[in-house]
């Protein structure tokens, strides 16, 4: 059994700018099928929701710290579309590389940007 009582302090491997483009896209993609496995996506789609329910405005702009690839903006944006809601995103991450590859994959989200 893996011991998880410490915090590994270690540099995340898709953190590191020397890391290959196909090793950082499978780093990608498994983030990506845990947050499905996982319901992270529900989980955030649901707060999204309930924030435009509460709080209702003209338009939002979302901020994505750690934003990987950009999948969850992209469904924020797809949902928000769905809704005739207004959005702006804004996703921000330590890898260019990844930031490189969420340009790519956000070509027809006019609505997302990336720093």
Known sequence: ?????????????????????????????????????????????????????????????????GCGDGTMLRKLVLWARKRGIKMECIGIDLSSKGLTIAKEMSEQFPEIRYL
């Open 1 to 65: 059994m893996l011991d998880f009582s410490t915090r590994n302090r270690d540099s995340e491997l898709m953190d590191n700018p020397l890391v290959e483009d196909k090793v950082l896209k499978k780093v990608l993609e498994d983030i990506n099928r845990t947050n499905r496995l996982l319901s992270g996506n529900h989980v955030t789609l649901g707060s999204m929701a309930k924030l435009v329910t509460d709080y209702p405005q003209e338009s939002y702009t979302i901020l994505d710290v």
